[in-house]
């Protein structure tokens, strides 16, 4: 993800969540020395991203979303299936995430992939107070 490719983005994250992050949020996160980025193309238009940290043990997503036109398709798996391929070729032992107790599809769809909760985060979000649902993937290195 570089800036040009932020106005796409920005549209994908409105509409896919209620506590959207800004722009200048987006901008900080591309900044920090281990953060990656994926995006999901189609004909030149992105159509979903995941954003997360290279550790020095682990992988940890901060962000991903796909647009609302190509949700149920497989995007969102197809983006975990990169992140833990650049996860197991960096030898980490698992990715981590937190998702919104209320996000079930993207409970479903972590789960899908091997993910496991590990725990609950009270009043994780700053935004409205939602409790996060811990969840890791461990993997095989």
């Known amino acids: 993800m570089i800036l040009a490719d932020?106005?796409?983005?920005?549209?994908?994250?409105?509409t896919s969540f209620r506590h959207p992050w800004s722009s200048r949020f987006f901008?900080?996160?591309?900044?920090?020395?281990?953060?990656?980025s994926v995006l999901a193309e189609i004909n030149g238009k992105i159509i979903g991203y995941v954003?997360?940290?290279?550790l020095p043990e682990e992988v940890d997503i901060h962000n991903i979303a796909v647009h609302t036109e190509f949700r149920r398709q497989g995007i969102g798996h197809v983006?975990?299936?990169?992140?833990?391929?650049?996860?197991?070729?960096?030898?980490?032992?698992?990715i981590t995430l937190e998702v919104r107790v209320s996000n079930l599809p993207a409970q479903k769809l972590?789960?899908?992939?091997g993910f496991v909760s590990k725990g609950l985060r009270k009043g994780y979000y700053s935004d409205d107070g939602e409790d996060a649902l811990m969840m890791a993937l461990e993997l095989d290195t």
């Open 79 to 94: 983006l975990l299936q990169q992140v833990a391929e650049q996860a197991r070729s960096r030898n980490s032992s698992r």
């Open 27 to 36: 901008l900080e996160e591309l900044q920090v020395a281990c953060a990656r």
């Open 51 to 54: 954003l997360f940290w290279l």
């Open 110 to 113: 972590y789960k899908s992939m």
């Open 6 to 14: 932020l106005d796409e983005v920005m549209a994908i994250e409105r």
